[in-house]
């Protein structure tokens, strides 16, 4: 499968794109991922996911009218940065990693931690607990402060995680 580039980004959609990520992460965060100057393209996935390519390369998703980094920008991003103190965060023990990785939603008992920010319905980005690595983005079905101290539950929706289509298409 290959990524069609269906249009470009106007300079205004960019800049909403950046203020988006700097409520998200903050604004020193939103302009690692993304700048003015930088060339964004559309790209559709299938009928209800678009990739937005940053320079040609992949770096967001977006559904409907969410829009959050990928997996492999997550990635990337935590080569140089500490992801320990980014929002949104939901930390999972290493038994849940192989179960993710094959596309299963987080179930509260496998997480470790999480950012209490996190709201219901909130995009989140999970990371393993022993070297803080991306593995996935999903949808919040609890709070965080629920996700820490609930036994047991679906806790995130699984939306794209490392070694799905998305990620070969993008990684590969």
Same mark, same amino acid.
């Given at each position: 499968m290959e990524l069609k580039v269906k249009h470009?980004?106007?300079?205004? #959609? =960019?800049?909403?794109?950046?203020?988006?990520?700097?409520? @998200?992460?903050?604004?020193? !965060?939103?302009?690692?991922?993304?700048?003015?100057?930088?060339?964004?393209?559309?790209?559709?996935?299938?009928?209800?996911? #678009? =990739?937005?390519?940053?320079?040609?390369?992949?770096?967001? @998703?977006?559904?409907?009218? !969410?829009i959050f980094p990928l997996v492999i920008a997550l990635y990337e991003l935590s080569n140089e940065e500490d992801l320990r103190t980014w929002p949104r965060r939901v930390v999972v023990d290493a038994g849940a990693v192989p179960f993710i990785i094959k596309g299963a939603d987080v179930m509260a008992a496998g997480i470790t931690d999480a950012d209490e920010g996190i709201r219901e319905g909130d995009f989140v980005f999970v990371v393993e607990e022993d070297y803080g690595r991306p593995?996935?983005?999903?949808?919040?079905?609890?709070?965080?402060?629920?996700?820490?101290?609930?036994?047991?539950?679906?806790?995130?929706?699984?939306?794209?995680?490392?070694?799905?289509?998305?990620?070969?298409?993008?990684?590969?």
């Open positions: 470009p980004l106007s300079k205004k #959609e =960019i800049k909403e794109i950046i203020r988006e990520m700097s409520e @998200i992460f903050g604004e020193e !965060l939103a302009r690692k991922m993304l700048n003015k100057k930088d060339r964004v393209e559309v790209a559709e996935f299938d009928k209800t996911t #678009e =990739i937005l390519l940053v320079n040609g390369r992949p770096f967001f @998703i977006r559904r409907k009218d !969410l593995l996935a983005i999903g949808i919040a079905l609890m709070d965080g402060k629920a996700m820490k101290e609930k036994p047991k539950g679906k806790a995130v929706k699984n939306i794209h995680h490392a070694k799905d289509k998305i990620w070969e298409l993008t990684v590969g």
